[in-house]
């Protein structure tokens, strides 16, 4: 991690951060800043160069999501965050899918715009609660009626830490579903390299001058670099210390936390 | 269909048949008997062909489903019926393993005897409304929790029709637990080829004897086939029209039920 191993970061003019993990980690009071992020956020803003969010969340509007964000002291606003039920609107929109929603509660209104009588498609969130046994056999029915079964997936996570144990994200759940019925879903959010050229279209930034930061060496790391991004891993949130021996995925460079990396790239300018 | 194509069943000592699409199909009320197949399975016993029915029936007891089968006219015994639990039961037994059981309520009584204490292995059956959010959640951390992941898998099915709609089988949820936790699960039950091993020793016939009788494509015929066993597929249950399309499994011949199947294989002895 010398300075002399950095110099390609004197390109960059604009940073992609993951949120949980990276910004706060979660906890049973919807979370907790990880320390010198939100200053951290403060002087990349100070510095000049652009930053956006851009993260899987699924179980809150991206207007409630920022909310407590910003009740954690980080100066964010919804357009500077990234997340994948906007992009699935938009994918919606452009294909004349009508969904059929199986999602967490507090995500369904990113989607009133969106025409949802007579089903044409399954959009899968990281539903949690609502992934129940009659609903997991309702939105199997439904896929498996259709011609074509069409599944869109918000993310492909295997799990997630919350204060009281490791959930099942909604990649596990997807699993499910591909095999019942033989299909193969569209994943809407990280690692999907068009959810990385959406983030970079409203960053304003090609690839080759920004730098990804997250928690998650598959994601984060290895689906930044696939579209050309450096990518860093901060060793917060999910990091643990058997992800620097991947067999597919290195990261240009680990540090200890945003903060460092805010501090090393700053350096180089 | 001519009897001329069915010279290779004179060797026939025995037979395997699966049960439910087979013997009868699932209702409201229990089931209800395919027209002539209590008669068939008389005429077998009948004959001096030796007959052992081949199940992944995971919703009951052996000693319950025998009683449902007998209340339809069936003549079966206890004996008769090789399904997944007790083979599971004595996979455990040899490896000291002790499960974590997901499976419906009415089969725990087949694990009665099996030490359940501080598990080691995740048993998962068709768990039906016993598939909530908690309980998939409590299987995955036990197996992520694990040096070595073990998960016991009682089929892979991947849907089946029940009188109020199609319902996720056991091989959705295997698929879940498999993705999140990076594991390949060991399915107990067909199409393993240990399952039809252990239904063979009980009907005390070498494969190149036996006959399956089956309506299941891959599990019931494939799976007998890759036994060295001789296979029929009925036209009853899950059959569609499109099995006799099927990329990968050719039945030795099609019957259009169990009654069918017998009278041509009598024919031959």
Same mark, same amino acid.
């Given at each position: 991690?010398?300075?002399?191993?950095? /110099?390609?970061?004197?390109?960059?003019?604009? @940073? @992609?951060?993951?949120?949980?993990?990276?910004?706060?980690?979660?906890?049973?009071?919807? /979370?907790?800043?990880?320390?010198?992020?939100?200053?951290?956020?403060?002087?990349? *803003?100070?510095?000049?160069?652009?930053?956006?969010?851009?993260?899987?969340?699924?179980?809150?509007?991206?207007?409630?999501?920022?909310? *407590?964000?910003?009740?954690?002291?980080? %100066?964010?606003?919804?357009?500077?965050?990234?997340?994948?039920?906007?992009?699935?609107?938009?994918?919606?929109?452009?294909?004349? @899918?009508?969904?059929?929603?199986?999602?967490?509660? %507090?995500?369904?209104?990113?989607?009133?715009?969106?025409?949802?009588?007579?089903?044409?498609?399954?959009?899968?969130?990281?539903?949690?609660?609502?992934?129940?046994?009659?609903?997991?056999?309702?939105?199997?029915? &439904?896929?498996?009626?259709?011609?074509?079964?069409? &599944?869109?997936?918000?993310?492909?996570?295997?799990?997630?830490?919350?204060?009281?144990?490791?959930?099942?994200?909604?990649?596990?759940?997807?699993?499910?579903?591909?095999?019942?019925?033989?299909?193969?879903?569209?994943?809407?959010?990280?690692?999907?390299?068009?959810?990385?050229?959406?983030?970079?279209?409203?960053?304003?930034?090609?690839?080759?001058?920004?730098?990804?930061?997250?928690?998650?060496?598959?994601?984060?790391? /290895?689906?930044?670099?696939?579209?050309?991004?450096?990518?860093?891993?901060?060793?917060? /949130?999910?990091?643990?210390?058997?992800?620097?021996?991947?067999?597919?995925?290195?990261?240009?460079?680990?540090?200890?936390?945003?903060?460092?990396?805010?501090?090393?790239?700053?350096?180089?300018?």
């Amino acid at each position: 991690m010398a300075a002399g191993g950095w /110099g390609w970061a004197r390109a960059v003019r604009g @940073l @992609l951060l993951d949120v949980s993990g990276v910004l706060y980690d979660s906890g049973a009071d919807g /979370g907790v800043p990880i320390a010198g992020s939100a200053e951290a956020v403060r002087r990349i *803003k100070a510095s000049g160069l652009k930053l956006q969010l851009c993260t899987n969340e699924t179980q809150a509007t991206r207007e409630d999501f920022v909310r *407590k964000l910003r009740a954690m002291g980080f %100066d964010i606003s919804v357009a500077e965050v990234t997340a994948p039920a906007p992009a699935a609107c938009r994918l919606l929109r452009e294909r004349g @899918l009508r969904p059929h929603l199986l999602v967490h509660d %507090d995500l369904v209104p990113e989607f009133a715009e969106v025409d949802k009588t007579n089903p044409n498609c399954v959009v899968l969130g990281d539903a949690a609660e609502n992934f129940t046994y009659a609903n997991l056999n309702e939105a199997f029915r &439904l896929l498996i009626g259709m011609e074509k079964p069409v &599944l869109i997936s918000l993310g492909k996570g295997r799990y997630y830490k919350e204060t009281d144990g490791l959930k099942l994200d909604v990649g596990a759940y997807m699993k499910a579903l591909e095999y019942a019925c033989d299909v193969q879903a569209e994943v809407v959010g990280k690692p999907a390299k068009r959810f990385f050229e959406s983030a970079l279209a409203e960053l304003g930034v090609p690839p080759e001058q920004a730098i990804m930061i997250g928690d998650d060496i598959v994601n984060d790391v /290895g689906g930044a670099q696939q579209c050309g991004m450096r990518a860093l891993q901060v060793r917060t /949130g999910k990091y643990r210390p058997s992800d620097e021996n991947h067999p597919e995925v290195k990261p240009d460079a680990y540090v200890n936390n945003l903060a460092e990396a805010v501090d090393i790239i700053l350096q180089q300018l």
